[in-house]
């Protein structure tokens, strides 16, 4: 099983294009990161994997302090780079760079900022990872990002990468797929961090596979 456990929210983020941008987290950012760590205490977890990225290791540590557990870094689970835009507000990117923000528009999964990634890029990048994980025995949770969360769904639902937007993993939910199967299925998107909703949900997966 693979828990996917987006980060808290970042410092002074919001409306912003935060890839490799490396905010720490915010107050509210934290206050999720322990809530999320409250939840997962009694589930039995193998592993936790994370971004290299602050916002990602922070989220990661506090979870792991309650579970006892070292996270292990995996550079294949940052962000997307997103080059020239990077940090920069989606506003002011539509303003100054308005050719560039209408070739993105029209070509999500294929687009490169200056610099940086596509979606397709990051699918290439961050699949071999997943597949790795997929593989490890017990439970895994890997505090990752939006957009890593988006691609490794697109795979698992066979989902068009030109429609990930349509999902949006929120800061510190939870997405748990199946990976006990030939095929990872997903079992729950965006589980809220309450200890009944995720220990339940794990409880009964773990009760299937058995």
């Known amino acids: 099983m693979i828990i996917l456990v987006r980060h808290g929210e970042a410092e002074n983020a919001a409306g912003r294009a935060i890839g490799r941008t490396d905010p720490p987290l ?3 950012g934290e206050e999720q990161a322990l809530r999320a760590a409250e939840a ?3 589930v039995e977890i193998s592993t936790i994997v994370t971004s290299p990225l602050s916002r990602t290791r ?3 540590d506090v979870i792991g302090g309650v ?3 070292e996270p292990l870094l995996r550079p294949a689970l940052a962000e997307i780079d997103l080059g020239e835009w990077d940090g920069m507000r989606f506003e002011d990117i539509r303003n100054t760079r308005p050719a560039e923000f209408a070739a993105r528009g029209r070509d999500i999964a294929g687009y490169r900022p200056p610099g940086g990634e596509s979606f397709t890029d990051l699918a290439r990048r961050v699949m071999p990872e997943f597949e790795a994980l997929c593989a490890m025995p017990g439970t895994t949770l890997a505090v990752t990002h939006a957009g890593v969360i988006r691609v490794i769904l697109a ?3 066979g989902m068009p990468l030109a429609k ?3 999902l949006t993993p929120l800061h510190c939910h939870m997405t748990i797929i199946d990976t006990t199967r030939a095929t990872p299925r997903l079992t729950a998107f965006n589980l809220p961090p309450t200890t009944e ?3 339940v949900t794990v409880a009964t997966l773990t009760n299937i596979q058995g």
């Open 26 to 28: 915010s107050p509210r």
């Open 40 to 42: 997962l205490r009694d």
């Open 58 to 60: 922070r989220t990661a």
């Open 67 to 69: 579970c006892g557990l």
């Open 155 to 157: 795979q698992t639902l």
């Open 164 to 166: 990930i937007f349509a």
């Open 197 to 199: 909703a995720v220990t």
